[in-house]
């Protein structure tokens, strides 16, 4: 399980497996991205999560939780942006 959460300022992210946490990384973001909407702040912890793990991640299912709404349906959602 991937934790993620985005303020102005800083991600984190908390690598998890059956409720105790294995990892943990947060990451300073530049003012390009701390003046950029919420949503692309958590996307980019997402994104930097599964790079960073992604040797945890191969051949299994893994669940990501985000507090962002726009961001739940991700798998369902028609991207719009080469970003997305």
């Known amino acids: 399980m991937v934790e993620t959460d985005a303020s102005r300022v800083v991600v984190g992210v908390v690598l998890s497996q059956k409720g105790y946490p294995l990892a943990f990384f947060s990451k300073k973001l530049c003012s390009k991205m701390q003046a950029a909407f919420v949503y692309a702040r958590e996307m980019l912890a997402i ?4 790079k960073k793990w992604h040797q945890y991640f191969i051949g299994t299912h893994f669940f990501i939780l985000t507090n962002q709404q726009s961001l739940k ?3 369902t959602n028609v991207c719009h942006t080469l970003k997305q």
């Open 47 to 50: 994104t930097e999560a599964v």
């Open 73 to 75: 349906g991700l798998h």
